[in-house]
């Protein structure tokens, strides 16, 4: 069982707590495609802590009983990070190309690169 709640921080909105059935163990993920501002596109991901710095993203298949069988990917205690793919920024808050999101629930797992898919990035 994953228990997310992410109280109130400088990085995203707060979110009471949430359960899931993990199906599989955790991979680390580094790139989601997601529709943003009506275009999809891939984006970077990291986790975020409520000191302010990176952690890792991680995501496994989860039974969430609203949505199904989905991915869940998950960062720290303040969430996750995102910023466009093209970006090589480094992560910070006051970056306007960047936001964050408690967590993130993918339907379809070609929408996620696992960091054991591809070559790691150096952030």
């Known amino acids: 069982m994953i228990t997310i709640e992410i109280p109130p921080n400088s990085n995203c909105e707060a979110v009471e707590l949430r359960l899931f059935h993990d199906l599989e163990p955790p991979r680390g993920v ?6 943003h501002h009506g275009s999809s ?3 970077r991901v990291t986790g975020w802590t409520l000191q302010g710095s990176r952690c890792p993203a991680l995501g496994r298949k989860v039974d969430d009983s609203g949505e199904g069988v989905v991915l869940l990917v998950s960062g720290g205690e303040a969430g996750l ?3 466009p793919a093209e970006h ?3 992560w910070r808050l006051d970056d306007s190309s960047q936001w964050g999101v408690p967590f993130l629930l993918v339907a379809d797992a070609k ?7 591809q070559p790691r990035r150096r952030c």
């Open 111 to 117: 929408d996620v690169r696992f960091d054991d898919e």
């Open 81 to 83: 990070r995102v910023q």
């Open 30 to 35: 580094s790139q989601v495609r997601l529709e």
């Open 41 to 43: 596109q891939w984006y």
């Open 88 to 90: 090589q920024d480094p």
